[in-house]
């Protein structure tokens, strides 16, 4: 008797906090329907990869082929260049992008000219606004034989760099063109976290004796760790994803670079390209989702054994 009145009570109460906040409720509800149409019903979309799918016959009148879609992408070495190249960009984007967005954060937070400070984050943020393709457009007055970059080695007396044949340039260039683009943007969230920093923290690490760089380091970078580490945890997720905008606009189809630049969206793109084959694109987009799904839980498991309150769940 007691446990059915307590089930009773708990669902009255439920039931009257619906109807106290049915406001609130009903102002969720887009939000609702937005992600179970586009997040979660897609989903069923994943059938594909274990068909030869067949727009006529549609997802579930396709003939089930199961694994045989999985061949074509791991038939051969070349599924772990792709793979390796992929995970190395994007572990180098996440690192260098991080150390960069952070520097130019604690770098503005510690200037005091606001006039200068605000246009200093615009023309830093403008970059990330600017598409891929043009980046790339842009860059040839760089990267070509005779471009900016050649004629200063060439005005040194140094050798040039053959951007259009040596690919062992590239991944470095790739992140530098990747930094100069996304640190200013990805800075706001640090400037926020620091600005949300309170001054009688730093005001006692002063009265205790602490510089300006030591403020930095004791303090503001500690107090940074949480949001650092969501921040990480959210981009691992996409580790296994190759930044397709980016990469094939300057690579396109240049073979003697691939050894560095070729990754999986790339390399899929064109196996791809002449079969239309969407049964085949579908199973490598799993693929990738599995090997981030579990770099994220590895991640979040780590940061909940070693920082539990930055962890995701």
Do not use: H
């Amino acid at each position: 008797m007691k446990k059915s009145k307590q089930f009773k009570s708990k669902g009255l109460r439920k039931q009257s906090d619906l109807i106290k906040n049915r406001g609130r409720y009903l102002l969720l509800l887009p939000a609702i329907v937005f992600i179970v149409v586009f997040a979660y019903l897609p989903m069923v979309g994943m059938l594909i990869a274990f068909e030869n799918y067949d727009p006529v016959q549609g997802i579930f009148g396709s003939e089930w082929v199961w694994f045989d879609n999985f061949k074509f992408f791991f038939s051969g070495s070349k599924w772990i260049e792709v793979t390796v190249n992929t995970l190395y960009l994007n572990v180098m984007f996440i690192i260098t992008g991080t150390i960069a967005a952070l520097a130019i954060a604690i770098l503005l937070s510690e200037l005091t000219n606001k006039i200068y400070v605000k246009l200093s984050q615009t023309f830093m943020t403008l970059p990330n606004f600017v598409s891929w393709a043009s980046v790339a457009l842009f860059s040839v007055a760089f990267l070509s034989t005779d471009g900016i970059i050649n004629k200063v080695l060439t005005g040194i007396g140094a050798d040039q760099i053959e951007f259009s044949t040596d690919p062992s340039v590239w991944r470095a260039t790739f992140i530098i063109i990747r930094v100069w683009k996304t640190a200013g943007w990805s800075s706001i969230i640090y400037m926020a976290a620091i600005a949300g920093i309170s001054p009688d923290i730093y005001e006692a690490a002063k009265i205790d004796g602490a510089n300006r760089f030591q403020c930095i380091f004791r303090v503001t970078l500690p107090l940074l760790k949480e949001v650092v580490i969501l921040q990480l945890l959210f981009s691992i997720g996409s580790v296994f994803r190759g930044d397709f905008g980016m990469i094939y606009p300057f690579i396109g189809d240049n073979s003697l670079l691939y050894p560095t630049t070729d990754v999986i969206d790339t390399y899929v793109y064109r196996a791809v390209r002449t079969q239309s084959d969407f049964s085949k694109t579908m199973a490598v987009g799993i693929y990738q989702s599995v090997l981030g799904l579990v770099m994220v839980l590895v991640a979040n498991g780590l940061t909940r054994r070693y920082a539990p309150e930055a962890s995701l769940f």
